[in-house]
């Protein structure tokens, strides 16, 4: 059986001090700290230390081969996406981000997609740098969960999704930048709360602002199992019909009709969850994914799902199947 991970990340092993080739502080640069690992540094502020298989190719295909997965989607940090900077700038290290992926892709077609990143705070050049990455061979896109405090279902966004739509680039929406982070430091609660809110957050205002109608061709993904937005929908669509002054202000569609109309990863750490996402989304919109090589993600490459009491058919979709359909591949491309 086919199996793809929707949901990976990966780094260039070298990249240059971007604080000091830009002239001004807050990018992520990489320092050397054992052998087999490195230290993301903020300029001299410790972010992540990661391990090789954050950026060895090869290293990842052999791990990805004992486990019987065959194809990994490939996307930067999101600590890269660097909204925040001058939009120039931004575009630089997004093309450089994303000439190495489509070089490991062009390397090893058979085991790697990829995802481009583009520099969001500035809608013409993000739109510019995109059609660039298509034409390098990018299947898709991935963005943050909101843009330097902007909701994705704000306007100035549209023209970008008129582009994936219009070049065939699937969209990953990745939690960043997590609404009250400042506030929640201890016991990690931003990724633990913060991470899963942010990605119902970037849910509710595209389905709000009427993105899947203006824009139906357009394939878009929402990470860590839709956040909480699937386990919340009751709550929300409740609120949208009870407040529609508040709520329904750019879309009377119920929030439960746009079930189906976009897909999540499998990335639920709980069999119950993913059930109960099965009967919200079937198996052809769930996209096995791993959130690799980071411990919070499902290191075990969706083997519960495998002793789960699932159809043929349903870990079909599950491994390949409802992937495939969002990159808009075929498994042909692989063999």
């Known amino acids: ?28 640069h990489l320092e050397v700290s054992r052998p087999g690992f490195a230290n993301m540094m903020r300029d001299d502020h410790f972010f992540r230390e990661i391990a090789s298989n954050c950026w060895d190719a090869e290293e990842r295909i052999e791990e990805y081969g004992k486990s019987g997965v065959q194809v990994q989607v490939v996307s930067t940090i999101p600590v890269m996406f660097s909204y925040w900077a001058k939009a120039n700038h931004a575009a630089d290290l997004a093309r450089f981000l994303n000439d190495h992926i489509a070089q490991i892709v062009q390397a090893h077609p058979r085991h790697y997609v990829g995802l481009a990143s583009v520099p969001m705070q500035d809608t013409d050049v993000a739109i510019q740098v995109l059609e660039e990455a298509a034409k390098q061979g990018h299947k898709g896109v991935q963005i943050g969960s909101n843009i330097n405090g902007l909701n994705l279902g704000d306007a100035r966004f549209f023209p970008f999704y008129e582009t994936c739509e219009r070049l065939g680039m699937a969209l990953f929406i990745h939690p960043w930048d997590m609404m009250g982070k400042s506030d929640m430091e201890r016991y990690w609660l931003p990724w633990l709360v913060g991470m899963p809110a942010e990605t119902s957050r970037a849910a509710c205002s595209m389905i709000f602002a009427g993105i899947f109608d203006k824009y139906p061709k357009l394939r878009v993904m929402y990470s860590h199992a839709g956040g909480s937005f699937l386990p919340t929908l009751g709550r929300i669509k409740h609120g949208h019909a009870c407040r529609p002054d508040l709520v329904a202000l750019d879309n009377p569609a119920s929030p439960d009709n746009y079930l189906g109309k976009f897909w999540v990863d499998s990335i639920t750490h709980d069999e119950r969850l993913l059930t109960f996402i099965l009967e919200m989304q079937g198996a052809e919109r769930i996209c096995m994914g791993t959130d690799y090589p980071f411990p919070l993600g499902d290191l075990e490459f969706g083997a519960f799902m495998q002793s789960m009491d699932f159809e043929d058919d349903q870990l079909m979709q599950l491994f390949s199947g409802a992937a495939l359909s969002w990159l808009g591949m075929e498994a042909s491309d692989f063999e």
């Open 1 to 28: 059986m086919l199996k793809i991970d929707s949901h990976t990340h990966i780094l260039p092993r070298v990249m240059p001090k971007w604080s000091e080739k830009f002239g001004y502080g807050g990018f992520v």
